[in-house]
């Protein structure tokens, strides 16, 4: 039987991502822990994080299994900063068994939705190092994994639009809660002051930050083959395909590449959302578009 007076009130993972070891993200825990918690801040290697990430992915799965067998009634709370939160995301998918066992689960800058520099390095995913593993569409079960477990999502905002390295509509997806922090970049974000008091504050009350709530127009740009979460600095660029019934219109945009953009703006003429396609799919975007105009155009 568990000894409980020596059990640790919670176990803290907290996990680094792509180019980095866990040092930053030990630092981190140190804010967040109490004199009882158990911290456990796996090093991947930095080399390693640069090859392929379901070795990753294995080794904090077994770290993880562990500590949930040596304290089988502690909750688990679980911080990822980038890569480290897609890592958890593959992990916890595997293992449904050990969700009511966690307490929350905090993503900071994680590229969920697919990281536009991975798909830009790798566009046909033949599996160029990580970047074929970082450019994967993770939101599905993100989604289902927020729907039963207290989900934050901590973003940067240090260019309007990215944290220097993830785009912002990258971190977000469906059931979670988000905050966003403005002037924190990609690296400052794994031990910043604002990023500590936000998880502190969401471990005191799972419904802080904004809700969200994916539109639907939004999720069927979602389901184009290939589509990428992009950065906004190019929607002053973009012209008006079509108006839409809400009020709000689509725009788009093709770069000197002629990669093709899309953007999603509001009522008052706000970005909500940015993608792109690559050459490859230029024709299923058209399709959705074509789709959109049907469904939601106004002339």
């Known amino acids: 039987m568990q000894d409980l007076s020596n059990s640790p009130d919670f176990i803290l993972f907290t996990q680094h991502g792509w180019a980095d070891d866990n040092r930053a993200m030990t630092t981190l825990a140190k804010s967040l822990a109490t004199e009882q918690t158990l911290i456990v801040a796996p090093n991947l290697g930095y080399l390693n994080t640069w090859l392929w990430i379901e070795p990753l992915i294995k080794i904090v799965e ?10 089988p009634n502690v909750p688990l709370r679980i911080v990822g900063h980038s890569m480290g939160g897609l890592i958890w995301l593959e992990v916890l998918h595997r293992h449904p068994d050990w969700w009511l066992q966690i307490h929350s689960l905090v993503l900071i800058g994680s590229p969920v939705g697919g990281s536009d520099l991975g798909r830009l390095i790798d566009p046909l995913g033949l599996g160029i190092g990580i970047a074929r ?4 569409n993770r939101k599905p079960i993100a989604e289902a994994i927020a729907a039963e477990i207290p989900t934050l999502v901590i973003a940067g905002d240090y260019d309007n639009g990215s944290d220097g390295t993830v785009t912002i509509d990258c971190t977000k997806f469906a059931n979670a809660h988000f905050v966003c922090l403005p002037g924190v970049s990609h690296p400052a974000s794994r031990h910043h002051a604002m990023v500590i008091a936000t998880i502190q504050d969401f471990w005191q009350d799972h419904n802080i930050g904004e809700s969200i709530e994916i539109d639907h127009i939004i999720r069927r740009l979602h389901a184009v083959p290939g589509m990428t979460d992009g950065h906004r600095r190019d929607f002053a660029e973009a012209k008006v395909l079509m108006h839409l019934d809400n009020g709000g219109t689509i725009r788009g945009w093709r770069n000197p590449l002629g990669v093709n953009h899309v953007f999603v703006a509001g009522p008052q003429g706000t970005c909500l959302y940015a993608g792109f396609v690559g050459w490859l799919h230029a024709q299923d975007l058209q399709h959705a578009l074509n789709d959109i105009r049907q469904a939601y155009a106004i002339e």
Do not use: R
């Open 133 to 136: 593993d970082l450019g994967i």
């Open 62 to 71: 077994q770290v993880a299994s562990q500590q949930i067998a040596t304290y």
